[in-house]
């Protein structure tokens, strides 16, 4: 693998990780498509308080969890710190557990939480908070706190009918994913009045478990996300989440597979998407596809159609610019780093305005687009297909599923036998918690 970009705002330490990480990969899975090795390491997360106030039907915590003790907040720190030497600096790291707003607000240490958040930030991760979202509805300036004083960025709020315990949404009243549309609508307003309020870009995520009872909806929720510029600004990913039979999951009597999940995200874009432009590690457990959208003509832009343009620009990119901006920062110094790659590969700019070209060519009103867009109409989201091992696949896994733990792209800083170690968030579910 070539780190030829010797003038660039990455760091000896993340080429060391990332070389590093590179080299663990299964041979046939270092390809020019490889994110993992190439742009990051992984993602990392924390194993925070296990508490939870839901008790949703897919649920992957162990069925003791809200009656186990909180870690400390110095336990917790020291997570933190193993996570970023495996990370490095400008590594994402899920700030999770249970649900950990609902933890430290139900115990009064929800101080505990913003330092969290901001000793993450302090150390040189970039924290993302994942949560059921129920407490900052009711009490918003929480999450004025943790932007503020946190200095929180990312935010990921879990809504789906899986869903037990919802205060105005009961699970047995719901019939489709469009009941919770306006939910969705509320949480949409909090983020956006948080982002006015304190004037830091907050960007928003959604996590959707999907099960027998609600795969034929997934139409209703991206048909909610497509239909509005302010749903677009609001949420910028969409993660959806076959069901695994782990921890205290009701598992279905015919459960869904990641293909049918596919196939229904697939119908309701109206589009056919391709699963592995990208591989995020092993190709069988992430998915993603971005599209761009026009919602005042109702108009879907699949940004990642396979074609040599596409091929010859994401290659091109995480050739040249792996690891590079991490942090999320717009510095000079980074900025002029980022010019001089550009300089030394003038070709990188050539394939971006091929790869522009090619998707503006398969626009037949390119005029209206760019009307739409001027006019403030025009938003891009990605989605996200994840999926999760079942716990009894990990008890002997066989040699896909070693490959795929070997290649996982989502990996904590867990203490195994009194060393920490980067263990896949599948296994955590199923042996560590």
């Given at each position: 693998m070539k780190f030829n970009h010797l003038l660039s705002p990455i760091s000896l330490e993340n080429k060391n990780l990332l070389q590093k990480r590179w080299q663990t990969l299964p041979e046939d899975l270092k390809t020019p498509k490889q994110v993992v090795g190439q742009h990051w390491v992984q993602c990392g997360f924390i194993t925070g308080?296990?508490?939870?106030?839901?008790?949703?039907?897919?649920?992957?915590?162990?069925?003791?969890?809200?009656?186990?003790?909180?870690?400390?907040?110095?336990?917790?720190?020291?997570?933190l710190d193993a996570n970023r030497r495996f990370l490095g600096n400008g590594g994402h790291i899920q700030i999770t557990g249970g649900d950990v707003?609902?933890?430290?607000?139900?115990?009064?240490?929800?101080?505990?939480?913003?330092?969290?958040?901001?000793?993450?930030?302090?150390?040189?991760?970039?924290?993302?908070?994942?949560t059921h979202g129920q407490s900052l509805l009711e009490k918003p300036d929480r999450l004025h706190r943790l932007v503020v004083e946190g200095g929180l960025r990312k935010i990921s709020f879990h809504i789906d009918m899986t869903q037990a315990g919802r205060a105005g949404y009961p699970i047995k009243q719901l019939k489709r994913e469009s009941d919770l549309n306006p939910l969705r609508?509320?949480?949409?307003?909090?983020?956006?009045?948080?982002?006015?309020?304190?004037?830091?870009?907050?960007?928003?995520?959604?996590?959707?478990t999907v099960t027998a009872r609600n795969i034929d909806s997934i139409g209703d929720i991206l048909a909610w996300q497509m239909s509005t510029r302010k749903n677009l600004s609001a949420f910028s990913t969409?993660?959806?989440?076959?069901?695994?039979?782990?921890?205290?999951?009701?598992?279905?009597?015919?459960?869904?597979?990641?293909?049918?999940?596919?196939?229904?995200?697939?119908?309701?874009?109206?589009?056919?998407?391709?699963?592995?432009?990208?591989?995020?590690?092993?190709?069988?457990?992430?998915?993603?596809?971005?599209?761009?959208?026009?919602?005042?003509?109702?108009?879907?832009?699949?940004?990642?159609?396979?074609?040599?343009?596409?091929?010859?620009?994401w290659h091109s990119l995480l050739q040249h610019f792996g690891g590079i901006g991490g942090r999320g920062t717009s510095t000079l110094s980074a900025l002029l780093?980022?010019?001089?790659?550009?300089?030394?590969?003038?070709?990188i700019i050539y394939r971006l305005l091929s790869y522009v070209f090619?998707?503006?060519?398969?626009?037949?009103?390119?005029?209206?687009?760019?009307?739409?867009?001027?006019?403030g109409h025009v938003g891009a989201f990605k989605i996200v297909m994840h999926n999760f091992i079942d716990a009894k696949k990990l008890e002997n896994p066989d040699p896909v599923t070693q490959a795929k733990l070997d290649a996982c792209s989502f990996r904590g800083a867990i203490k195994v036998n009194g060393d920490w170690q980067a263990v896949p968030m599948c296994l955590t579910n199923a042996k560590y918690r």
């Open positions: 308080p296990s508490y939870c106030s839901f008790g949703c039907t897919h649920c992957y915590l162990p069925k003791d969890a809200n009656h186990q003790q909180h870690p400390s907040i110095d336990e917790i720190k020291e997570q707003v609902d933890a430290y607000t139900r115990t009064n240490q929800f101080n505990d939480l913003v330092e969290i958040v901001r000793y993450s930030n302090k150390i040189g991760l970039i924290p993302m908070l994942m609508n509320l949480f949409t307003e909090l983020i956006l009045t948080t982002r006015k309020q304190t004037g830091k870009r907050l960007v928003g995520a959604q996590t959707v969409i993660s959806f989440q076959p069901e695994a039979d782990v921890g205290r999951t009701r598992f279905s009597q015919q459960p869904v597979s990641p293909d049918r999940v596919w196939d229904k995200i697939q119908t309701a874009t109206g589009k056919n998407l391709i699963r592995d432009a990208l591989h995020f590690g092993h190709p069988d457990c992430s998915s993603i596809s971005m599209l761009v959208v026009d919602s005042k003509r109702n108009r879907v832009i699949d940004v990642m159609q396979p074609s040599k343009a596409m091929q010859g620009f780093q980022k010019i001089i790659v550009l300089v030394k590969h003038p070709k090619s998707i503006l060519k398969r626009e037949p009103d390119r005029f209206n687009l760019f009307k739409s867009a001027v006019q």
